[in-house]
């Protein structure tokens, strides 16, 4: 959870000078689930595993039960990702997680190509693809097209890949206690 990404802009006139600064720091409001599991030790020759940080861990967490669920304002009600501690549209801190169908279509997609890590390289020609969430098309995640849940990267042909197929999410446990969300064709 470290990419970064900008927030919605507008042209309105707003009555402060930053209207999308978040205040400074201050100790969450709500209670959070700490901390998150130390990650296991990296293997170069495994597929890379999430990296949680503070407001990125509750995603992960949910996953671990079969849960997907995006971080909103608990105020506001805006789901916003990827997981921060401010809500960009009223400054509040209070969070929480509203759980989503499962449901998307690929928004895009990539294949990627050589030189790859090892462990991907194993499994190429393989994808990643963009998902945008049918509860929130704002929000898009990044993942894999697979046959089935602890399928291998490789288990859909790319030819069959579509930029707005409707797909389904699926957990794979990745690692023991690191669980990624994946993602079927709804018609495979
Ligand atoms: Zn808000």
């Given amino acids: 959870m470290s990419t970064s990404m900008t927030g919605p802009t507008d042209n309105a006139p707003e009555p402060r000078p930053s209207p999308r600064t978040c205040p400074s720091p201050e100790p969450h409001s709500s209670p959070r689930t700490r901390p998150f599991p130390e990650p296991p030790p990296p293997d170069a020759d495994a597929l890379l595993l999430p990296v949680p940080d503070d407001d990125g861990a509750p995603f992960w967490q ?34 929480r997680w509203q759980r989503m169908s499962g449901r998307g279509r690929i928004w895009s997609y990539v294949l990627p190509h050589p030189p790859l890590l090892p462990a991907y390289a194993a499994q190429a020609p393989y994808n990643v693809i963009v998902v945008e969430l049918a509860d929130a098309p704002r929000i898009r995640l990044v993942g894999n097209l697979v046959a089935a849940p602890d399928a291998p990267l490789d288990s859909v042909d790319p030819a069959r890949i579509r930029i707005g197929a409707p797909v389904k999410v699926v957990f794979h446990e990745q690692a023991p206690g690191v669980t990624v969300p994946r993602w079927l064709l709804e018609r495979p």
Avoid at 63 to 80: D, F, I, N, P, Y
């Fill in 62 to 95: 949910y996953a671990a039960r079969g849960e997907l669920r995006v971080q909103g304002c608990a105020a506001c009600g805006e789901l916003r990702f990827p997981p921060r501690p401010c809500c960009p549209h009223c400054q509040s801190f209070d969070d």
